[in-house]
């Protein structure tokens, strides 16, 4: 016990983990208020075909804070998810996301473009989220066969029965599912094969080393394979060279995200690409 308490006592005044813990209180403090004061912006990525037509997008959060400038998702998202933030946070972008959808609805331009948002599994896991998408789609009006939802493999396996439950019933509704950063996680294979999904994400980490990596380009090619095996669509993402994408196309997968088409931007420049692509 004493020396629990005196591994404590060193750890609370080691100068450099104090600093971290103001550094992540102050954030903390900040990202409470980042909502109301109208900090966060939707950026969106596209998702491109073969011929590099836009297919859909995926909704990226950005936080614009007064002094830090532009904080990446990579250090707010798990701060929010650790405070429960990310519960009203989430339903913010999937409202944005929403309203986007039936915004763009009779745009002869827009209309067919999908829109991904991402769930954390904190806010997949409550009891009632399924009613506050249902709730979400007629405040907005939004047309469900647009939006997918893009979960992960721990969530998923995290709570087997209760997934699978809300998945069908927010298929039910007509919204698509896609599993993110796929080979990543830890999943049973057997286990995924009954979800209700619709597409696979192949991480960017699988992605990065193409087609120089021999490891690498197994496993996107058994990705591939299994997907189209199951009768699901694949998206490929980080692809940053026109290497990458060959690879990905000679191998059957023909939906791509990356730098290689566009970074995620704002609203208007996502529509002006989206313009810009038609007239291919
Ligand atoms: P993710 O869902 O896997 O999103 C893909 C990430 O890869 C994005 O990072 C995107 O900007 C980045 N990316 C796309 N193409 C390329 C490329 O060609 N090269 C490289 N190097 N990176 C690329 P981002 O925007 O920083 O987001 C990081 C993560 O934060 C996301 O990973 C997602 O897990 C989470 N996130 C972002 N927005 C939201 C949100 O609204 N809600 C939740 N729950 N999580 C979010
Ligand atoms: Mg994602
Ligand atoms: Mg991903
Ligand atoms: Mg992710």
Known sequence: KAKDEGRNVLRFFDPAMQTTLDERIGLERDLRLALDLGQFTPFYQA???REGRVLGAE?????????????????????????????????????????????????????????????????????????????????????PARLRLELT???????????????????????GFALDDFGTGHSSLAYLTRLPLDTLKIDSSFVFNLPDSHNDAVVA?????????????????????????DFLALNHCHVYQGYLFSRPVPLEDFEKFCAASLEN
Do not use: Y
């Open 47 to 49: 998702q491109v075909d």
């Open 59 to 143: 909704v990226l959060l950005r936080w614009q804070h007064p002094e830090r400038g532009m904080v990446s998702p990579a250090e707010f998202i798990p701060l929010a998810e650790a405070t429960g933030l990310i519960l009203p946070i989430g339903q913010w972008v999937l409202e944005s996301a929403c309203r986007q959808i039936d915004h763009w609805s009779g745009n002869d331009r827009l209309q067919h473009v999908r829109l991904a948002v991402n769930v954390s599994a904190r806010e997949f896991r409550q009891p009632d989220f399924v009613d506050q998408v249902k709730h979400v789609l007629s405040e907005t009006g939004a047309d």
């Open 153 to 175: 493999e721990s969530m998923v396996l995290e709570d087997v029965g209760g997934t699978f439950e809300k998945m069908e019933a927010l298929k039910q509704l007509g919204i």
């Open 221 to 245: 090619q058994t990705i591939i394979s299994m997907a189209r095996s199951l009768g699901l669509n694949v998206i490929a993402e980080g692809v940053e060279t026109e290497a990458q994408r």
